[in-house]
């Protein structure tokens, strides 16, 4: 079984930044496509920022330019740098990615539980 656990959530003023981390545990050969979703209060859960396990990376418009996604494959971590925050960025952060338990499978998508980044104004 695969574990994803998030951290680095908070609260931060307007124009600050934070620094997400997702760690995957358990039965892991490699950590393939994975990603930061995020959703605010009343509304969907929407994509953030994608990395490939090669290092290719796609955002949102609304974070491109501030957001930036990395992954430490030996680490089998993903993180989210997040700067010039605003308060429409308020939401709940959630980590996701497929993850392969030998060479021999196929990825198995997961997600963490989640962590709440507050901006204010």
């Known amino acids: 079984q695969v574990q994803l656990v998030e951290s680095g959530g908070g609260l931060v003023q307007a124009g600050g930044s934070l620094r997400l981390s997702c760690a995957a545990s358990g039965s892991i050969y490699r950590v393939d496509a994975a990603g930061w979703f995020r959703q605010a209060p009343g509304k969907q859960r929407e994509l953030v920022a994608i990395i490939s396990s090669g290092g290719s990376t796609n955002y949102a418009d609304s974070v491109k330019g501030r957001f930036t996604i990395s992954r430490d494959n030996a680490e089998n971590t993903v993180y989210l740098e997040m700067n010039m925050l605003k308060p429409e960025d308020t939401a709940v952060y959630y980590c996701?990615?497929?993850?392969?338990?030998?060479?021999?499978?196929?990825?198995?998508?997961?997600w963490g539980k989640g962590t709440l980044v507050t901006v204010s104004s």
């Open positions: 996701n990615a497929d993850v392969r338990a030998s060479i021999w499978q196929s990825g198995v998508n997961y």
